[in-house]
Antibody
Framework: QVQLVQSGAEVKKPGASVTVSCKTS????????IHWVRQAPGQGLEWMGI????????SYAQKFQGRVTMTRDMSTRTVYMELSSLRSEDTAIFYC?????????????WGQGTLVTVSS | EIVLTQSPGTLSLSPGERATLSCRAS???????LAWYQQKPGQAPRLLMY???SRATGIPDRFSGSGSGTDFTLTISRLEPEDFAMYYC?????????FGQGTKVEIK
């Protein structure tokens, strides 16, 4: 079965960087795009960007341009999201999500979420 | 950027009642690029509908989606206790997603 398993919670200081991993299994890694979505406490869902595991191509939301980097490791079927220059407003749960089909861009499978807390 | 506006913000209903959730786009979108999610506290979102009207795997048929252009609707025909949750619409365009702000369906 399709599984996306994310890394554990992180606590970071303002100005630091955080890397969240999303290890996938149960499907052909290169066939489905992976998205990253952020959810601040008590708030809605915010799309951060997308990575194509096949070629590594990425597209980021304008809000995060310059601060976010998404990469993948094909040997371990893992996708990474690095967010730099952290500030308190970045405190949130970060989710990875896989497209439901190869032609339908909706989040059919989600990781369990990773809480990142930014605090001095 | 396409903005999605969901209404109402909160829907207070009793089990067994019908729920109608609205999602309006700031410009016309392709129906194939409209999805609905359910999210419960402490859980990741769960895909309910994609392509505006196609139910995702395992979603009961009391959930249905409709609409086109700028106006889309998620209908829950008879609310079950497990349906009280937050609901988000989402669209895909220009290689990006945008979400509505959500509608909370709460027990009256």
């Amino acid at each position: 079965q399709v599984q996306l398993v994310q890394s554990g919670a992180e606590v970071k200081k303002p100005g630091a960087s955080v890397t969240v991993s999303c290890k996938t299994s149960g499907y052909t890694f290169t066939h489905y795009f992976i998205h990253w979505v952020r959810q601040a406490p008590g708030q809605g869902l915010e799309w951060m960007g997308i990575i194509n595991p096949s070629g590594g191509g990425t597209s980021y939301a304008q809000k995060f341009q310059g601060r976010v980097t998404m990469t993948r490791d094909m040997s371990t079927r893992t996708v990474y999201m690095e967010l730099s220059s952290l500030r308190s407003e970045d405190t949130a749960i970060f989710y990875c999500a896989r497209d439901v089909t190869t032609v339908t861009t909706a989040g059919g499978y989600w990781g369990q979420g990773t809480l990142v807390t930014v605090s001095s | 950027e396409i903005v999605l506006t969901q209404s109402p913000g909160t829907l207070s209903l009793s089990p067994g009642e019908r729920a109608t959730l609205s999602c309006r786009a700031s410009q016309s979108i392709t129906s194939s690029d409209l999805a609905w999610y359910q999210q419960k506290p402490g859980q990741a979102p769960r895909l309910l509908m994609y392509g505006a009207s196609s139910r995702a795997t395992g979603i009961p048929d009391r959930f249905s989606g409709s609409g086109s252009g700028t106006d889309f609707t998620l209908t829950i025909s008879r609310l079950e206790p497990e349906d009280f949750a937050m609901y988000y619409c989402q669209q895909y365009s220009s290689s990006s997603w945008t979400f509505g702000q959500g509608t909370k369906v709460e027990i009256k």
